[in-house]
């Protein structure tokens, strides 16, 4: 019951936040793959539970910069739709536009549960085609842009800051932006090219992707997530690496500890104790005992990773 309303009560204020009929535009949000804009417009996938949850977090987010910004005053227009002035295909939803006397500025929010070091591509085009839209309606004033990411589980956020309107740049997403609408009016997405990226995670579309490559031994293409994996290696040599200097200087504080059970360096306080551990010979237990041993065994399943 509970579940029904849940599920319910998500998809409808997913459908109230939508951004329009996304078959009627190329949005900045469609430049990160021109396979998937194009097959998501002629075959909308149907949202889990947890894709629709994920949107709301990015709902919930902007909420919250909003109230921020209340707090402080600050003049800005909310979900500015900006269309290009002479195709009407072209078209971006600015989360924050701040109009000055000389300038615009656009700020663009994302919620991650992963900060990246620096923007991902796909946001970097999203805010050169926004700055884009807003130069070519506005061509006497400056524009500038920034990318605010959140952490909300975290409470973290970082600023990417310094995006200027590039006017080669935006011609190169507009015509991206263009040939995903002609190929829309022409039904065949032949001429459109698949973007790798950590997106295909997430993309409804994979399954007969041409750019999901495998190897021989039926092993999948790691190529578009190479950072993360690389950075999964450190983090597991850091945490072995880790593990061992702990272990060794637990070794030599005890040994010069001696019978003393606390010490104290600068504000740190050391403090050694005695602790018991329970624990069942479950060999034994299940050489003498089987029947026991099966009854109470339980089996449950994780994933491991092994680099190989
Ligand atoms: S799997 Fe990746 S490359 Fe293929 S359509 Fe989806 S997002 Fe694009």
């Given at each position: 019951?509970?579940e029904?309303?849940?599920?319910?009560?998500?998809?409808?204020?997913?459908?109230?936040?939508?951004?329009?009929?996304?078959?009627?535009?190329?949005?900045?949000?469609?430049?990160s793959?021109?396979?998937?804009?194009?097959?998501?417009?002629?075959?909308?996938?149907?949202?889990?539970?947890?894709?629709?949850?994920?949107?709301?977090?990015?709902?919930?987010?902007?909420e919250?910069?909003?109230?921020?910004?209340?707090?402080?005053?600050?003049?800005?227009?909310?979900q500015?739709?900006?269309?290009?002035?002479?195709?009407?295909?072209?078209?971006?939803?600015?989360?924050?536009?701040?109009?000055?006397?000389?300038?615009?500025?656009?700020?663009?929010?994302?919620?991650?549960?992963?900060?990246?070091?620096e923007?991902?591509?796909?946001?970097?085009?999203?805010?050169?085609?926004?700055?884009?839209?807003?130069?070519?309606?506005?061509?006497?004033?400056?524009?500038?842009g920034?990318?605010?990411?959140?952490?909300?589980?975290?409470?973290?956020?970082?600023?990417?800051?310094?995006f200027?309107?590039?006017?080669?740049?935006?011609?190169?997403?507009?015509?991206i932006?263009?040939?995903?609408?002609?190929?829309?009016?022409?039904?065949?997405?032949?001429?459109?090219?698949?973007?790798?990226?950590?997106?295909?995670?997430?993309?409804?579309?994979?399954?007969?992707?041409?750019?999901?490559?495998?190897?021989d031994?039926?092993?999948?293409?790691l190529?578009?997530i190479?950072?993360?994996?690389?950075?999964?290696?450190?983090?597991?040599?850091?945490?072995?690496?880790?593990?061992?200097?702990a272990?060794?200087?637990?070794?030599?504080?005890?040994?010069?500890?001696?019978?003393?059970?606390?010490?104290?360096?600068?504000?740190?306080?050391?403090?050694?104790?005695?602790?018991?551990?329970?624990?069942?010979?479950?060999?034994?237990?299940?050489?003498?005992?089987?029947?026991?041993?099966?009854?109470?065994?339980?089996?449950?399943?994780?994933?491991?990773?092994?680099?190989?």
């Amino acid at each position: 019951m509970l579940e029904e309303i849940i599920k319910k009560g998500l998809t409808q204020l997913n459908q109230k936040g939508e951004l329009g009929d996304r078959t009627k535009y190329v949005g900045s949000s469609d430049l990160s793959c021109e396979r998937k804009a194009y097959l998501s417009k002629i075959n909308p996938p149907n949202f889990s539970d947890e894709n629709l949850m994920v949107f709301m977090r990015g709902n919930l987010t902007e909420e919250i910069l909003k109230k921020i910004l209340d707090n402080q005053k600050m003049n800005y227009t909310y979900q500015k739709e900006v269309i290009h002035p002479q195709k009407q295909h072209i078209k971006a939803h600015i989360d924050f536009l701040f109009q000055g006397k000389q300038e615009f500025g656009i700020l663009e929010v994302k919620s991650t549960k992963h900060m990246p070091d620096e923007p991902y591509d796909t946001w970097i085009n999203q805010i050169h085609y926004q700055m884009g839209l807003v130069a070519l309606n506005n061509p006497d004033k400056k524009v500038k842009g920034a990318v605010i990411a959140f952490d909300i589980s975290e409470g973290n956020y970082r600023i990417f800051n310094g995006f200027v309107y590039n006017q080669s740049f935006f011609n190169e997403l507009e015509k991206i932006a263009d040939k995903i609408w002609n190929a829309l009016n022409n039904n065949d997405l032949k001429d459109l090219k698949p973007s790798p990226s950590f997106l295909c995670s997430y993309c409804h579309y994979r399954a007969d992707c041409p750019a999901f490559l495998f190897y021989d031994d039926n092993a999948i293409d790691l190529n578009p997530i190479s950072q993360s994996v690389f950075d999964y290696i450190e983090g597991k040599n850091m945490e072995k690496e880790g593990s061992n200097i702990a272990d060794k200087n637990k070794a030599a504080i005890k040994n010069f500890m001696r019978n003393f059970t606390i010490g104290k360096l600068e504000d740190i306080t050391v403090k050694f104790s005695q602790k018991n551990r329970n624990s069942l010979d479950t060999k034994r237990l299940a050489l003498e005992h089987p029947d026991i041993y099966s009854l109470y065994k339980k089996e449950t399943s994780y994933t491991q990773i092994d680099i190989i």
